[in-house]
């Protein structure tokens, strides 16, 4: 399982995800779609760091 997939189970499965969007009043559904993002946002970060340093 990847790292990332892990973590966001940890985090869904202990109940910090539903308590953190109680207390902050964010919520996306059944959370499908902020794993997505996590996943989008990690995977374009990477490849920003890969094209920055490629040019040293």
């Avoid at 997939?5 to 109680?22: C, K, P």
């Avoid at 559904?29 to 902020?34: A, N, R, S």
Wanted: aromatic share 20%.
């Amino acid at each position: 399982m990847p790292i990332l997939e892990y973590n966001y189970n940890v985090i869904h499965d202990s109940g910090a995800l539903s308590r953190d969007r109680t207390k902050w009043g964010t919520y996306y559904g059944d959370g499908v779609d902020v794993q997505e993002n996590l996943y989008n946002f990690a995977r374009e970060r990477l490849e920003y760091l890969d094209g920055y340093y490629a040019a040293f």
